[in-house]
């Protein structure tokens, strides 16, 4: 598909670059944008927009963003040695790229990241480091180091809870709903919220770790060879692919328990609910044909898994982000229960 703009101009180019690195689909790319933009709007809820609203969008999608890509770069860097066996057309064992020439582009990425989230607030700034400072230590020592069972895959859902994280927490700091509870420190300054929100940023945080879960341990069924050599504790190395994909599915059981508090609770509306359990019925029919499978065949039906499963994290914000902004445009039109 042949893109849009002349191939030649600059703000292309790091687009083609990245579509290309991982094969993203253009689709992915999009929904990531979506995810960005929802959380916010979800802690903001259904109100006029500000300028202060627009300014936290705007730089909650390239911290994000950036941040995204840093962590895939750092990943990419780190289990080259994996991907080696498992992943052999990845730019680094496939010698599209020298590790040295993709450390200097996710120097770039991590570097917008954090000015993206300082350019928020401080309190922004404190969830990437600390994030980034764990990302790091985790795929470069801990997960090839750490003996306990299934380590790996129980932490690797972080960089993903951080979206939901930074999210709430941009709205608190810059445009404070609610001062029934507040925190003021040195340098961080004041964050503002209230217990109700603060348990729908709870729930948000579980609904993200159970369905990005759920997708990443099938994956690391279809990984386990490679994984194995190295040392990777996930859920398959320590326990045997079978339990693992019992272990999926029930993540992905717990995904739509999450996902349905969040409408019940939020400002989503049937809008966001019913295409919503459609995808999860969906999506947990390749789980159960996982459950089916044998040993031989789990490897290869994980992968497929897998991206189903990464698609429901994806298209479930595609549906929040679809909800909440029709919401803002006809705000005349009621969605009740």
């Not at 019925?281 to 497929?304: A, C, N, P, Q, W």
């Not at 898994?305 to 982000?321: H, I, P, T």
């Amino acid at each position: 598909m042949k893109l849009p703009f002349p191939q030649s101009c600059p703000l292309i180019r790091p687009f083609k670059f990245l579509s290309r690195w991982r094969s993203l689909p253009p689709y992915e790319l999009l929904s990531y944008l979506f995810m960005y933009l929802s959380v916010p709007m979800l802690a903001f809820g259904i109100q006029p927009y500000t300028f202060d609203m627009y300014y936290v969008l705007l730089f909650t999608v390239i911290t994000m963003y950036a941040g995204f890509f840093a962590a895939l770069i750092w990943n990419d860097i780190t289990d080259s040695d994996i991907d080696a066996k498992v992943h052999p057309d990845r730019p680094i064992p496939s010698g599209r790229i020298s590790k040295k020439r993709f450390f200097e582009i996710a120097l770039v990425f991590s570097a917008l990241t954090f000015i993206g989230s300082i350019l928020i607030s401080v309190w922004c700034l404190l969830v990437v480091t600390g994030a980034a400072l764990f990302v790091a230590v985790h795929d470069k020592y801990l997960k090839k180091r750490v003996r306990f069972p299934a380590y790996s895959e129980i932490f690797t859902p972080i960089q993903w809870i951080v979206v939901a994280l930074f999210g709430y927490i941009a709205i608190w700091t810059v445009i404070p709903q609610s001062t029934q509870l507040t925190v003021t420190l040195p340098i961080l300054g004041s964050i503002w919220t209230n217990s109700f929100e603060l348990q729908n940023m709870l729930l948000l945080v579980l609904f993200i770790y159970f369905m990005d879960n759920a997708h990443d341990i099938p994956e690391g069924i279809h990984d386990i060879e490679g994984d194995r050599v190295q040392g990777v504790r996930t859920y398959a190395t320590s326990f045997g692919e079978r339990t693992a994909a019992y272990i999926s599915f029930f993540w992905f059981v717990f995904s739509i328990v999450f996902g349905t508090l969040l409408f019940l609770r939020t400002s989503l509306t049937l809008l966001f609910f019913i295409p919503f359990v459609l995808l999860w019925v969906y999506t947990i029919s390749f789980s159960i044909r996982l459950l089916k499978k044998d040993t031989v065949e789990m490897h290869t039906y994980g992968s497929v898994v897998g991206r189903k499963g990464f698609n429901f994290l994806l298209f479930s914000f595609d549906l929040m982000f679809l909800d909440l902004l029709l919401q803002l445009v006809f705000p005349a039109i009621s969605f009740p229960l």
